[in-house]
Protein backbone atom coordinates (compact mmCIF):
# COMPACT_ATOMS: atom_id res chain seq x y z
CA UNK A 1 0.00 0.00 0.00
CA UNK A 2 1.60 3.49 -1.10
CA UNK A 3 0.26 6.31 0.86
CA UNK A 4 -0.19 10.09 -0.01
CA UNK A 5 -1.32 12.87 2.31
CA UNK A 6 -1.92 15.88 0.84
CA UNK A 7 -4.29 19.13 2.20
CA UNK A 8 -2.29 21.17 4.55
CA UNK A 9 -1.43 24.28 4.87
CA UNK A 10 -1.59 27.83 6.78
CA UNK A 11 -4.36 28.81 8.85
CA UNK A 12 -5.39 31.06 11.61
CA UNK A 13 -6.34 30.26 14.62
CA UNK A 14 -10.03 29.05 15.04
CA UNK A 15 -9.86 27.80 11.12
CA UNK A 16 -10.65 24.82 9.46
CA UNK A 17 -8.69 22.49 7.08
CA UNK A 18 -9.56 18.80 5.79
CA UNK A 19 -6.45 16.59 5.00
CA UNK A 20 -6.39 13.55 2.16
CA UNK A 21 -4.66 10.27 2.13
CA UNK A 22 -4.75 9.00 -1.48
CA UNK A 23 -4.19 4.94 -1.11
CA UNK A 24 -3.13 2.63 -3.80
CA UNK A 25 -3.36 -1.13 -3.90
CA UNK A 26 -7.04 -2.94 -4.32
CA UNK A 27 -7.18 -3.93 -0.60
CA UNK A 28 -7.48 -0.56 0.67
CA UNK A 29 -11.03 -1.38 1.98
CA UNK A 30 -9.53 -4.14 4.02
CA UNK A 31 -7.01 -1.93 5.50
CA UNK A 32 -7.79 0.22 9.05
CA UNK A 33 -6.16 3.61 8.42
CA UNK A 34 -4.86 6.47 10.92
CA UNK A 35 -3.35 9.61 11.25
CA UNK A 36 -0.83 11.01 13.11
CA UNK A 37 1.28 14.04 13.71
CA UNK A 38 4.77 15.40 14.59
CA UNK A 39 5.74 18.47 16.16
CA UNK A 40 8.75 20.31 16.30
CA UNK A 41 11.05 18.74 19.12
CA UNK A 42 8.42 16.13 19.94
CA UNK A 43 7.68 12.27 19.05
CA UNK A 44 4.99 11.63 16.92
CA UNK A 45 2.19 10.92 18.54
CA UNK A 46 -1.83 9.30 17.23
CA UNK A 47 -4.51 11.67 16.44
CA UNK A 48 -7.12 9.51 14.71
CA UNK A 49 -7.85 6.04 13.24
CA UNK A 50 -11.22 4.47 11.55
CA UNK A 51 -11.52 0.47 10.54
CA UNK A 52 -11.99 -0.50 7.19
CA UNK A 53 -15.57 -0.39 7.45
CA UNK A 54 -15.45 3.26 8.92
CA UNK A 55 -17.81 2.10 11.72
CA UNK A 56 -15.29 2.60 14.27
CA UNK A 57 -13.20 5.38 15.33
CA UNK A 58 -10.48 6.52 17.64
CA UNK A 59 -9.20 9.81 18.57
CA UNK A 60 -6.78 11.69 20.69
CA UNK A 61 -7.98 13.50 23.58
CA UNK A 62 -6.21 16.31 22.58
CA UNK A 63 -8.75 16.63 19.10
CA UNK A 64 -11.50 14.68 20.09
CA UNK A 65 -14.44 16.73 19.36
CA UNK A 66 -12.87 19.23 17.06
CA UNK A 67 -11.46 16.60 14.13
CA UNK A 68 -13.14 14.11 12.44
CA UNK A 69 -12.01 10.78 10.72
CA UNK A 70 -13.69 9.64 7.81
CA UNK A 71 -13.02 6.73 4.48
CA UNK A 72 -14.10 6.49 1.19
CA UNK A 73 -13.35 2.76 0.22
CA UNK A 74 -14.61 3.59 -3.43
CA UNK A 75 -12.15 6.29 -4.04
CA UNK A 76 -9.61 4.77 -1.53
CA UNK A 77 -9.23 7.82 0.52
CA UNK A 78 -9.11 8.72 4.23
CA UNK A 79 -9.84 12.20 5.28
CA UNK A 80 -9.23 14.34 8.42
CA UNK A 81 -11.76 17.12 8.68
CA UNK A 82 -10.06 19.62 11.06
CA UNK A 83 -12.22 22.13 12.78
CA UNK A 84 -11.35 24.76 15.98
CA UNK A 85 -7.82 24.84 15.11
CA UNK A 86 -5.31 25.77 17.89
CA UNK A 87 -1.38 26.45 17.31
CA UNK A 88 -1.00 23.56 18.95
CA UNK A 89 -2.10 21.31 16.37
CA UNK A 90 0.83 22.71 14.15
CA UNK A 91 2.92 19.23 13.03
CA UNK A 92 3.50 17.48 10.05
CA UNK A 93 0.70 15.02 9.69
CA UNK A 94 1.32 11.13 8.48
CA UNK A 95 -1.33 8.86 7.41
CA UNK A 96 -1.09 5.14 7.98
CA UNK A 97 -2.73 2.23 7.39
CA UNK A 98 -2.61 -0.98 9.41
CA UNK A 99 -3.46 -4.69 8.20
CA UNK A 100 -5.54 -5.30 10.95
CA UNK A 101 -7.47 -3.89 13.69
CA UNK A 102 -8.08 -3.59 17.75
CA UNK A 103 -8.44 -1.41 20.44
CA UNK A 104 -7.65 2.09 20.85
CA UNK A 105 -4.81 1.23 23.62
CA UNK A 106 -2.98 -0.89 21.01
CA UNK A 107 -3.70 1.24 17.53
CA UNK A 108 -2.32 4.67 19.20
CA UNK A 109 0.73 3.15 19.04
CA UNK A 110 3.42 3.44 15.16
CA UNK A 111 4.02 -0.36 15.92
CA UNK A 112 0.42 -1.24 14.78
CA UNK A 113 0.66 0.51 11.74
CA UNK A 114 2.12 -1.36 8.70
CA UNK A 115 2.72 1.59 6.27
CA UNK A 116 3.28 5.30 6.20
CA UNK A 117 2.95 8.07 3.88
CA UNK A 118 4.71 11.15 3.94
CA UNK A 119 3.81 13.96 5.63
CA UNK A 120 1.61 17.46 5.34
CA UNK A 121 2.87 20.38 7.28
CA UNK A 122 0.37 22.09 8.93
CA UNK A 123 0.81 25.35 10.36
CA UNK A 124 -1.65 27.08 12.99
CA UNK A 125 -0.66 31.07 13.13
CA UNK A 126 -2.40 32.44 16.54
Known amino acids: VQLQASGGGLVQAGGSLRLSCAASGRTFSSYGMGWFRQAPGKEREFVAAVSWSGGTTYYADSVNGRFTISRDNAKNAVYLQMNKLIPEDTAVYYC????????????????????WGQGTQVTVSS
Open 96 to 115: AAAAGWGTFSEFRRDSAWDY
